[in-house]
């Protein structure tokens, strides 16, 4: 045993207190009991509280063995892991009696899976770190804080070395410092022929149309063919087909880029007879410095030539494409720092298109504009659906332009006929697609009922309000082909059905791709009901078999529209549009002069005080309530409104830019101005005090941003996208002065588009832009760092084991388990203090206390013993009492009967008589006999 003391000066005080105690002693003396309790407690006390405060340790030597197990689980030694845990366990059986033990499971990170106890068993694994790296260093640096101090330490290290991240070297010092038994059980196992592509680089920043080169790194453990393929995106740039050599094969591929941001780069390595296909792609990206890109989508009757010129004219980058070539994905869409639609039917656009617009937009500050035209806004189908999110007006017309109930009639040809397929769908599933969409036009106010027709007719939903839509889809959905055509019956039922209608607008629309006997003058007394009845009449023609020239004469006296198509899959969008413009206020064919709402910017450098041109029509909207009105028609309906949504903007112009309404202010001296910032104000403007860095940390994107001169108030959120369409929202913390950070978990390898926002009050204030791309683990490539393993073992004086037996063989040096006094002495004083002051307050005094306890007992145990002597006596003396008496009656009882034999027989009665009195003669005896004793 060893004695330490801490603050050896503090000792110097415990002869003083024994000196004063002695001074004491004689001076104040004689003492009574309780000053001399007093004086004796007072003086531990202040003993005990020295010895506290001298910090003595008291060093016990004995065999405290702690053992950790440190298995490796990381993805290059992933089919061992079932393996290591049997090994453990077997282990533990030979563990002896006393040792403790703990498990900790690492990869990239290190977590422990059980903690140190003396339990012989480890039945399963339940923690799970980080496997895509092996970091052993820091696995053994964690495991240091699960010895116990004062103990024999000891490290098995299960592994096959294979470290990517860390330095196990570093890690010599700690084991040697802390004279740690460091065994290792080396993994091996054989591998497969593999072939992987080890880097991809590419300049940080390129020019737009600069060529450069894209340099790979290919490595191999065997000699192969191999195709070589570069992606851009999802476009395939470049193909080798190239000859693999075992060792480091280098190829180099040219591209160049032809618009700006950030653009990702995928290589894709296919060899015969590779073993693992993790590791075959790698992910890269650079950034194309350029101009800010527009993209232009015409409409099929879209013609921006006009608008094209402006935006050239004033520098800027543009690309025109076809509604059916829109671009298909988020990461498309952000190669544009914003996007034109110039008479843009929905229909048209792709469907990824209308899927992302508006994460383009609110997540990343891509910027919208939209031109009117009849295939615009409500007419092109924008109502309910991402484009009227993002825009800064409804489609339908509200407040006093609202337009009143309408009743609208669907009079469908279901005759054999329309079971001619067009694209692989037959004319009537068309049609029946056609009425619902109608019907999605409507609203609860209005009123819809159905007749499908051939030879007869069926009244397949009863005219009614639109309340269940869904039901009324049903009944539409059930309509069946059968019969010939007879148009006549028909068209005059609906007509009847209309009748009853109280809807202040009341349409028909009639579809046929037939034609029946009736000739034109059959319906003119029809035709003159529906005008003086105020119902208007729509007809579509389906194919070269329907009469066209009847129907376009019934729709031209029905005052209605006559269509005629060919292309089956245009009948869904006719319908739909006929509902809007049935109500004959979608499209206003007018001239009039807007009315200036709003001096917002986009009228910057315009001149107005002389006032505008005219317009000659537009697209009826309605402003939403969180927009900015700038321009106004005579009807007061939105002509240019601007909003901001999420951290993007948009711009609605509801008249036309080819000129049919617009061409006044496109012949105007401040027209192409007041186009360009229509334009420009879309364009997102990045922050520029902010940095962002995003590197990878295993499976995860690290976000790190930094700005010193962001608000106190202020928080930083992010956003990303992967090209395989994962996503995720995030917010960053503060970990110091004006840096924010995250680690975001993705699950797909390749390419990232990040943005990043400052936020204060619910508002963005700056947003920047970053990219990422997430790689395979470096599990996944060759290491040669095995051979560390080797000299850690040299150096710390370890070994390697090769089974569960020898986990626990050899002999550890003995520690000293350090116990420190200072709490344990603090307790036993205060308890003494708190002691001494109840027997001075309580007047106690445990002494006297103590001796009347003892005294009182022994009085008791006398008395107690007094009286079992008096009673032993007692019962004595009666026992031998009974012992005369019962002799004496023996003896007199043998004399009466030798006399009884001497004497001569006598009678019965006489000798009872005697007997009586020989009974008496006894009784008075043993009276006697009694008053004897009680003498006694």
């Known amino acids: 045993m060893k004695i330490e003391i801490g603050n050896l000066y503090f000792l110097i005080l415990v002869p003083l207190v024994f000196a004063f105690m002695i001074y004491s002693f004689k001076k104040y003396r004689p003492w009574n009991k309780n000053e001399l309790v007093v004086f004796i407690s007072r003086t531990l006390i202040f003993a005990l509280l020295i010895l506290a405060f001298g910090n003595i340790t008291v060093n016990l030597k004995g065999r405290n063995i702690s053992t950790v197990f440190l298995l490796d689980v990381s993805e290059s030694i992933g089919d061992f892991e079932e393996s290591g845990k049997d090994f453990i366990s077997a282990a533990l059986e030979d563990m002896p009696r006393g040792n403790k033990s703990g498990v900790v499971l690492f990869g990239d990170n290190s977590k422990i899976d059980k903690i140190l106890n003396k339990k012989k068993e480890y039945k399963s694994i339940n923690e799970s770190p980080v496997v895509t790296a092996t970091n052993i260093q820091e696995a053994i640096e964690s495991s240091l804080s699960l010895f116990e101090r004062g103990g024999s330490k000891r490290i098995v290290l299960i592994t096959d070395g294979e470290e990517n991240q860390g330095d196990i070297l570093k890690s010599i010092p700690l084991i040697n410092e802390q004279k740690i038994d460091f065994k290792v059980y080396k993994v091996t196992g054989e591998k497969g022929n593999e072939v992987y592509v080890d880097s991809v680089k590419v300049p940080d920043n390129i020019a737009v149309g600069e060529e450069f080169s894209v340099s790979i790194d290919i490595k191999s453990n065997y000699a192969t063919k191999a195709k070589l393929s570069l992606f851009?995106?999802?476009?395939?740039?470049g193909e080798q087909e190239v000859q693999i050599q075992k060792g480091k094969n280098s190829f180099v591929f040219r591209d160049k880029q032809e618009s700006g941001g950030f653009k990702g780069y995928r290589v894709l390595i296919e060899a015969d007879d590779d073993t693992n296909k993790v590791n075959n792609e790698f992910s890269t990206f650079t950034n194309v410095m350029d101009k800010p890109t527009i993209l232009i989508i015409n409409g099929v009757k879209g013609d921006s030539k006009a608008l094209e010129e402006i935006l050239l004219n004033s520098g800027a980058n543009i690309k025109k494409v076809s509604p059916g070539a829109a671009p298909s994905s988020l990461n498309e869409l952000l190669e544009y720092k914003t996007i034109v639609l110039n008479d843009v039917h929905k229909d048209d656009l792709t469907n990824g298109f209308m899927e992302n617009i508006e994460a383009y937009v609110r997540d990343y500050g891509g910027g919208l504009i939209t031109f009117g035209g009849e295939d615009s806004y409500a007419l092109g189908g924008y109502k309910d659906t991402a484009l009227e999110n993002v825009l800064p007006v409804y489609m339908d017309k509200r407040g006093k332009n609202e337009v009143p109930a309408i009743s609208i009639n669907l009079i469908i040809d279901k005759s054999v006929s329309m079971s001619a397929e067009g694209s692989g769908v037959s004319k009537l599933t068309l049609a029946k697609e056609a009425a619902m969409k109608a019907l999605e036009n409507l609203r609860e106010v209005d009123e819809i009922s159905v007749i499908a027709f051939d030879d007869t007719y069926d009244v397949v939903v009863p005219l009614q309000k639109v309340?269940?839509?869904?039901?009324?889809?049903?009944?539409?959905?059930?309509?069946?082909?059968?019969?010939?055509t007879s148009i006549y019956p028909a068209l005059e039922e609906g007509y009847n059905i209309q009748l009853e209608s109280t809807a202040k607008i009341k349409h028909t629309i009639l579809l046929t791709d037939g034609q029946d006997g009736y000739g034109y003058e059959n319906y003119l007394n029809l035709l003159q009901g529906f005008n003086d009845n105020n119902i208007t009449l729509s007809t579509v023609a389906v194919g070269e078999g329907a009469n066209a020239d009847l129907l376009n004469q019934l729709a031209s006296v029905g005052r209605g529209r006559g269509y005629y198509t060919d292309i089956y899959t245009d009948i869904p969008r006719i319908f739909a549009k006929e509902v809007l413009l049935s109500a004959g206020t979608y499209i206003i064919n007018e001239e009039f002069t807007p009315k200036i709402l709003s001096n917002h910017e986009i009228l910057a450098g315009v001149k107005t005080s002389d006032g505008i041109p005219s317009l000659l029509g537009y697209i009826g909207t309605s402003i939403k309530e969180n927009a900015v009105e700038i321009l106004?028609?005579?009807?007061?309906?939105?002509?240019?409104?601007?909003?901001?949504?999420?951290?993007?903007?948009?711009?609605?112009?509801?008249?036309?830019?080819?000129?049919?309404?617009?061409?006044?202010?496109l012949a105007w001296e401040y027209g192409p101005q007041l186009i360009k910032n229509m334009v420009y104000f879309t364009i997102p403007k990045y922050g520029e005090e902010g940095y962002l860095n995003i590197s990878q940390e295993g499976n995860e994107a690290k976000i790190e941003f930094y700005n010193d001169n962001i608000s106190k108030d202020a928080k930083v959120k992010g956003i990303y996208n992967g090209e395989n369409g994962e996503e995720g929202e995030f917010e960053l913390s503060q970990v110091e002065p004006g840096k924010f950070s995250a680690n975001i978990p993705l699950n797909s390898l390749g390419f990232y588009n990040f943005n990043i926002r400052e936020e204060e009050n619910g508002e963005v204030t700056s947003s920047y832009k970053g990219a990422f791309a997430l790689q395979y683990s470096d599990e996944y490539k060759f290491n040669t760092n095995a051979e560390k393993l080797d000299v850690v073992v040299k150096e710390t004086k370890g070994s390697f084991i090769n089974k569960p037996e020898e986990v626990f063989q050899g002999n550890l040096q003995r520690e000293y388990k350090k116990i420190n006094l200072t709490n344990g002495l603090l307790l036993i004083s205060m308890l003494l203090f708190m002691l001494d002051i109840a027997y001075r307050r309580l007047n106690l005094d445990f002494i006297r206390s103590f001796k009347k306890r003892k005294d009182k007992s022994k009085e008791e145990k006398k008395i107690k013993d007094n009286l079992i002597n008096k009673e032993s006596k007692i019962s004595k003396t009666i026992t031998e009492e009974k012992k005369i008496i019962k002799e004496k009656l023996k003896e007199e009882i043998?004399?009466?009967?030798?006399?009884?034999?001497?004497?001569?027989?006598?009678?019965?009665?006489?000798?009872?008589?005697?007997?009586?009195k020989k009974q008496s003669l006894d009784t008075s005896a043993l009276l006697k006999k009694k008053n004897d004793r009680k003498g006694l």
């Open 232 to 237: 851009s995106g999802r476009t395939k740039v």
């Open 467 to 484: 309340g269940d839509k869904e039901y009324i889809k049903e009944l539409i959905s059930g309509i069946q082909i059968r019969g010939g």
């Open 632 to 665: 106004s028609s005579s009807h007061d309906e939105p002509i240019l409104a601007a909003m901001q949504y999420g951290i993007g903007r948009t711009v609605s112009f509801t008249s036309d830019i080819n000129g049919q309404w617009s061409k006044n202010y």
């Open 894 to 916: 043998k004399i009466e009967e030798e006399k009884e034999i001497k004497k001569p027989k006598i009678n019965k009665k006489k000798a009872s008589k005697e007997e009586n």
